[in-house]
């Protein structure tokens, strides 16, 4: 008799954790809803003809937003779970709230967090015992789900260092596991941003036991002798030589099957690849894993030898398609070139024709590109492939000017290599699509967020040095820093990456010093780098005399390049009054059936005031964030520029509800209930493209 008991006990809590991740429409129980990513939920309550009565039920301030400076951010897509919201402060502190009132029931106090950016946490149950899964700095944090306190059962007393077992030669210490870690049965599986200079880490695929913390399986991205793929990369070790190819946009699981799909970051250094030769596999790919192993099953490189870091910007969204009366189980990867590709998920067939087109391969000197690239002859892209003289702003103040620098600029290719020439990027670097994603309904319709920005760069060689004798401070502001920040500490036009000019007005020595060690934000650690180089950059940026970091005397050396060249930045490119240089629209979102591969409608998202104010039609905006999707058929999405949270009619892309935030929501809505009420809660961080800086969540719902 107590055997029969504990079996039936054993079948009721393995029933709960297979059942877990199933549809429950009462709860947003995963990043982007659930497992498929599909950014979707069935409820019903409110729908098109109600939408317009929506108020704000309550607001949450998480703390930690940098409002002098205005450059901290939310990025978090919240989990709800039987009425508990699950979400990351501005200050990069997991909490956990009473998803109806939202009243704080637990936030933690990490310290050790990096300044990281993070875009949510994972649930896990068997039914019984219930953890947050929480990433900050270089850990993965195993919190109890009730009361956020660490488990100190799990890694090393609670929580996991991501850089052991991905250490390479010559590699630093920069890791940030931002997107929230995938779950399937015991096991919790980690891709994470790394840095994408030639220091950076490698970027292998990891699972590890949810109770212990031990490692369960790696897949190596960049292949050891001997492993598939192996063969694509220059001869010599490619594990030691560079690191990257890493699954940082997160990753999708088919649960049933039991296979993940990864998409790949770019191999660093991101803008040169002399030094690895060939295609490059699994940088770039789209990869379909066996979760319980690691073992691969299919991939499909979206990219080869990536040199405009052009890798898949969200995980890829799982989805049923109805092809010739047969329904189909598919997965769909959007780029940030603008495409999506389909594929069988079980085989990797492709559903539409992919067609390897020719491209230019005449790049900077020492560099060996691919002929061709793969291209979907079906869906069209949703964003414009490139930039030319006629595609200019015809409302740009200073259009002539524009006309005349676009002249002698490389254009025209969605692939221009880079040279010493100025060269477009057209979508921009960070897309097209971008991290928050694209949702799928039920009928297996894709709806994609995306912006239509020109950016441009160009390669100069590093400057001559032997780095075993002297470097000077502004050698290595050059080296390290004059990508993002400028050549000139100018920063960029759009303030993604902050001007240094009168740095040491704003911060102290030891601050500039903290950031360089520890990161922050987007920003990786650079403590990598000696400890006189540090202080001669902190020197060179505060303004002081330019002095010699290192000597032989010294002995502070750092491993030879491979790289010759760094690139100038991501240059956004903006005319006089700050609008895009090319012509509208800016941000669109587009809806488009897998089915067929048709598109069915795209809109501007987001606007200028001031323009539409002139009789001009909205542009749309520069934009960070997905979408969400329901049952009733409306579309939620803030993400814009323009601080407005908006609600669009699924069948036509028509706006028929919007509302101010109190800061932008670079950031992607859930939806949920609690005793029958319909929830939908937006993260309200702005932080990017010079938005202020905030730390709210507001939730809302009908009266």
């Known amino acids: 008799?107590?055997?029969?008991?504990?079996?039936?006990?054993?079948?009721?809590?393995?029933?709960?954790?297979?059942?877990?991740?199933?549809?429950?429409?009462?709860?947003?129980?995963?990043?982007?809803?659930?497992?498929?990513?599909?950014?979707y939920s069935g409820l019903t309550q409110i729908k098109p003809e109600n939408v317009s009565s929506l108020k704000v039920a309550w607001t949450y301030n998480s703390g930690g937003a940098d409002t002098t400076g205005n450059r901290s951010q939310i990025q978090c897509n919240p989990v709800i779970v039987n009425g508990i919201l699950y979400g990351v402060s501005a200050g990069v502190q997991a909490f956990a709230l009473d998803a109806e009132t939202g009243r704080e029931i637990w936030k933690t106090n990490v310290a050790d967090n990096a300044g990281t950016l993070s875009r949510g946490v994972s649930y896990w149950t068997d039914g019984q015992e219930k953890r947050i899964f929480f990433g900050a700095g270089k850990w993965l944090y195993a919190l109890e789900a009730n009361t956020g306190k660490m488990i100190r059962s799990f890694g090393d007393e609670g929580r996991i260092d991501l850089t052991t077992g991905i250490r390479r030669p010559g590699g630093d210490n920069y890791i940030q596991p931002n997107t929230p870690a995938t779950i399937y049965k015991d096991l919790v599986i980690v891709g994470a941003r790394l840095n994408e200079g030639e220091t950076a880490l490698l970027g292998d695929i990891r699972a590890f036991d949810v109770r212990s913390g031990k490692p369960a399986w790696t897949f190596h991205t960049i292949p050891e002798p001997g492993e598939p793929g192996y063969e694509t990369w220059s001869p010599g070790h490619p594990r030691e030589r560079m690191g990257g190819a890493?699954?940082?946009?997160?990753?999708?699981?088919?649960?049933?099957?039991?296979?993940?799909?990864?998409?790949?970051?770019?191999?660093?250094?991101?803008?040169?690849?002399?030094n690895r030769k060939g295609d490059n596999l699994y940088a770039?790919?789209?990869?379909?894993?066996?979760?319980?192993?690691?073992?691969?099953?299919?991939?499909?490189?979206?990219?080869?030898?990536?040199?405009?870091?052009?890798?898949?910007?969200?995980?890829?969204?799982?989805?049923?398609?109805?092809?010739?009366?047969?329904?189909?189980?598919?997965?769909?990867?959007?780029?940030k070139q603008g495409h999506v590709f389909v594929f069988d998920r079980v085989t990797g067939k492709p559903l539409f024709p992919i067609e390897e087109k020719p491209f230019p391969t005449d790049g900077i000197a020492g560099e060996s590109l691919s002929p061709t690239q793969p291209i979907p002859l079906k869906p069209a892209p949703f964003t414009k492939q490139t930039f030319?003289?006629?595609?200019?702003?015809?409302?740009?103040?200073?259009?002539?000017s524009i006309a005349a620098v676009l002249r002698k600029a490389r254009t025209g290719s969605p692939y221009m290599p880079l040279t010493g020439e100025m060269t477009i990027f057209f979508p921009g670097t960070d897309g097209g699509a971008q991290w928050g994603g694209s949702a799928v309904d039920r009928s297996g319709i894709m709806y994609i967020p995306a912006k239509q920005n020109p950016c441009y760069s160009s390669l100069v060689l590093r400057p001559q040095k032997d780095r075993k004798y002297m470097n000077t401070g502004a050698q290595l502001y050059q080296n390290t820093c004059a990508a993002c920040h400028g050549q000139d500490q100018r920063g960029s036009h759009d303030g993604s990456y902050p001007a240094l000019l009168g740095?040491?007005?704003?911060?102290?020595e030891k601050q500039i010093r903290g950031v360089l060690q520890n990161g922050r934000g987007m920003m990786p650690s650079f403590?990598?780098?000696?400890?006189?180089?540090?202080?001669?950059?902190?020197?060179?940026?505060?303004?002081?005399?330019?002095?010699?970091?290192?000597?032989?005397?010294?002995?502070?050396?750092?491993?030879?390049?491979e790289i010759p060249y760094q690139h100038t930045g991501y240059n956004r490119w903006y005319d006089s009054k700050g609008y895009p240089v090319s012509a509208p629209p800016w941000g669109t979102l587009t809806a488009i059936?897998?089915?067929?591969?048709?598109?069915?409608?795209?809109?501007?998202?987001?606007?200028?005031?001031?323009?539409?104010?002139?009789?001009?039609?909205?542009?749309?905006?520069d934009n960070y964030g997905g979408p969400l999707v329901t049952g009733s058929g409306l579309l939620f999405i803030a993400a814009s520029k323009d601080e407005m949270f908006r609600a669009f009619d699924t069948k036509t892309?028509?706006?028929?509800?919007?509302?101010?935030?109190?800061?932008?929501?670079?950031?992607?809505?859930?939806?949920?209930?609690?005793?029958?009420?319909?929830?939908?809660?937006?993260?309200?961080?702005?932080?990017k493209l010079k938005a202020r800086s905030g730390d709210k969540y507001v939730a809302y719902a009908l009266p």
């Open 527 to 561: 403590n990598h780098l000696p400890e006189k180089e540090l202080l001669a950059i902190t020197a060179f940026v505060m303004g002081k005399d330019d002095q010699p970091a290192t000597t032989a005397k010294a002995g502070a050396t750092v491993a030879s390049t």
């Open 246 to 274: 890493n699954a940082w946009a997160g990753m999708a699981i088919d649960r049933d099957r039991g296979i993940l799909y990864a998409p790949t970051g770019s191999a660093a250094y991101d803008f040169y690849g002399g």
């Open 284 to 335: 770039n790919c789209l990869l379909a894993l066996n979760a319980g192993t690691g073992k691969l099953l299919w991939h499909f490189q979206l990219v080869h030898h990536d040199v405009w870091d052009r890798d898949p910007p969200a995980p890829p969204n799982l989805l049923t398609v109805t092809m010739k009366g047969k329904k189909i189980d598919a997965v769909a990867q959007t780029t």
């Open 593 to 621: 059936d897998l089915n067929s591969g048709d598109h069915l409608w795209q809109v501007p998202l987001g606007e200028y005031s001031e323009l539409t104010a002139r009789g001009i039609p909205p542009t749309g905006t």
């Open 1 to 39: 008799m107590l055997y029969q008991r504990r079996v039936l006990i054993l079948m009721a809590c393995l029933a709960a954790a297979a059942a877990f991740h199933k549809a429950n429409d009462a709860d947003w129980r995963e990043y982007n809803g659930d497992g498929a990513r599909s950014h």
């Open 503 to 508: 740095i040491e007005k704003r911060l102290t």
């Open 653 to 687: 892309g028509k706006v028929i509800w919007k509302v101010r935030l109190p800061a932008a929501g670079f950031a992607s809505p859930s939806t949920y209930t609690v005793h029958g009420r319909q929830y939908v809660v937006i993260a309200c961080g702005g932080g």
């Open 388 to 400: 030319t003289e006629a595609d200019i702003n015809p409302w740009a103040s200073n259009r002539d």
